[in-house]
């Protein structure tokens, strides 16, 4: 029983802004795993595909080392991408440039590794699916000589930034050609995979390029901070 008036605790949360990558840095990125050493056949053909994959397509990195080549459907343009971070699959729409460079790795993928649709997309030497550990390793390790200055609250550019520029870039295009951006907020919640439209407003609340866009709109949906964020 309560004898006296507890406090009323208020949780602040900050949303830490992104690294949002330019053009020629995504462009360095994948030239940068080009020119990984070959410690066996697929090596840097495939970090580039993944990288490529998930700054194209805006995936989690979960999401794009659970691929199979049963979720790879290159003659449809589309990938599957299935039971993600909230219990869903979704089938995502890809550009045709990106049709292409898949279709490259693909090609040189199934002349060494496993082709039943079972089998990991992106193959690691062992013929299983990339750890993610090891990809962050690899993607820390590429950073210095690119010569990148984080431009978020983080200490460096990460792997995840390439799904926040996605997202960014897309909504800035949409802005520009002057589509609904209301419409187009639920197209990219539906894309991204978010449990709520809220995920993708406080998913970009804390992005300079669309302050000005989103930021009003935020309001809307601000009693939902306290509920968490989205990823």
């Known amino acids: 029983m309560r004898t006296e008036r507890e406090p009323v605790i208020t949780l602040h949360i900050e949303r830490l802004a992104p690294h949002i990558y330019t053009h020629q840095e995504i462009i360095q990125l994948l030239d940068a795993a080009d020119r990984l ?3 066996w056949p697929l090596r840097a053909l495939t970090y580039r595909n993944l990288f490529g994959l998930i700054a194209a397509a805006g995936l989690r990195l ?15 343009a589309a990938i599957t991408v299935r039971q993600t971070k909230f ?16 279709e490259l790795y693909r090609q040189a993928r199934d002349r060494c590794q496993s082709t039943e649709d079972r089998a990991p997309f992106f193959v690691s030497h062992d013929g299983g699916h990339l750890p993610t550990r090891t990809v962050e390793n690899v993607f820390r390790r590429l950073q210095p000589g690119l010569g990148w200055r984080a431009r978020g609250d983080h200490p460096y550019p990460r792997i995840h930034d390439l799904r926040h ?27 991204l995979g978010h449990a709520k439209i809220s995920d993708t407003y406080w998913y970009l ?10 930021g009003a709109r935020f309001e809307r949906f601000v009693g939902v901070v306290g ?5």
């Open 37 to 39: 050493s070959l410690t």
């Open 62 to 76: 979960s999401e794009a080392l659970k691929l199979t080549l049963g979720d790879v459907d290159l003659r449809a």
């Open 87 to 102: 219990h869903k699959s979704r089938c995502l729409p890809i550009h045709p440039s990106t049709v292409r460079e898949l």
């Open 165 to 191: 520029t996605m997202a960014v870039r897309r909504l800035q295009r949409w802005r520009e050609s002057g589509q609904s951006i209301d419409h187009a907020m639920f197209w990219l919640c539906t894309y």
């Open 205 to 214: 609340s804390g992005i300079p390029e669309l302050m000005d866009t989103i």
């Open 227 to 231: 509920q968490g964020g989205a990823s």
